[in-house]
Every structure is written in C-alpha cells, then in structure tokens.
C-alpha cells in the first residue's frame, strides 16, 4: 500500500513558479511510475506528467511542455512537479498519482492517489 500527500501549491500571479511536492510511503514506492494531474472546476481530471520508476524518462502534456519538470528523489520518497511560467490556465487542484496500471495518461490507470493540492495562478 502507498499513501501520498501533496503540498505546495498556493496563489501565485502569472508567469511565477510554484514547486509541489509529493510524499510517498511505503516501500514499493520506489518501483512505481508516477504522475501529476491537473483537475480545473467542473472539468475532468486531466494528465500533466508522468515519471518512470527510474525517474530516467518523463512525458508531459503539450500545454506544459517547457514549463513544467516532474522529478523523484528515491532516498527521500519524494515526486516533485516544478512549475514555471504559469499561466491563469493551470489554475486546478493537482493531484499525484502512482503506478500505473497501463495507459500513463489515463487518471483511472493509477492505483493510488492523494488529495490533492490547490494552484490558483491569477492575472
């Protein structure tokens, strides 16, 4: 079993940057893929990013691509989504996610999931 928890999001004015973080327990953590979502008012949730279990490969949206960086930290049970030159747009409750059952893009692929963390990017 896996639990995450997300922090850091917040009010931020656009073209700022924000850092969530992701902290997982349990062991296997280290052997799951994980990924963000974003899920905006009355809005599906939606793919952001995802990370391999070695954390050598990542995939991201094309609306976050260049602005965006998912990364993990094994030693530290940690994912973290760097978010850079934001934009109303991403304003959503962001989610981390783990381990993907198969379609890495799909939110009801991953088993496990947090309670997400507010970004408000205002104008």
């Known amino acids: 079993q896996v639990q995450l928890v997300e922090s850091g999001g917040g009010l931020v004015q656009a073209g700022g940057s924000l850092r969530l973080s992701c902290a997982a327990s349990?062991?296997?953590?280290?052997?799951?893929?994980m990924g963000w979502f974003g899920q905006a008012p009355g809005k599906e949730r939606e793919f952001v990013a995802h990370?391999?279990?070695?954390?050598?490969?990542?995939n991201y949206a094309d609306i976050v691509k260049g602005r965006f960086t998912i990364s993990r930290d094994h030693a530290k049970n940690m994912v973290y989504l760097q978010m850079n030159s934001l934009k109303p747009e991403d304003t959503a409750v962001y989610y981390c996610?783990?381990?993907?059952?198969?379609?890495?893009?799909?939110?009801?692929?991953?088993?496990?999931w947090g309670r997400g963390t507010q970004v408000t990017v205002s104008t």
């Open positions: 349990g062991r296997a953590f280290s052997s799951y893929a």
């Open positions: 990370v391999n279990w070695t954390g050598r490969t990542t």
């Open positions: 996610a783990g381990n993907p059952v198969d379609d890495r893009y799909r939110a009801s692929s991953y088993k496990y």
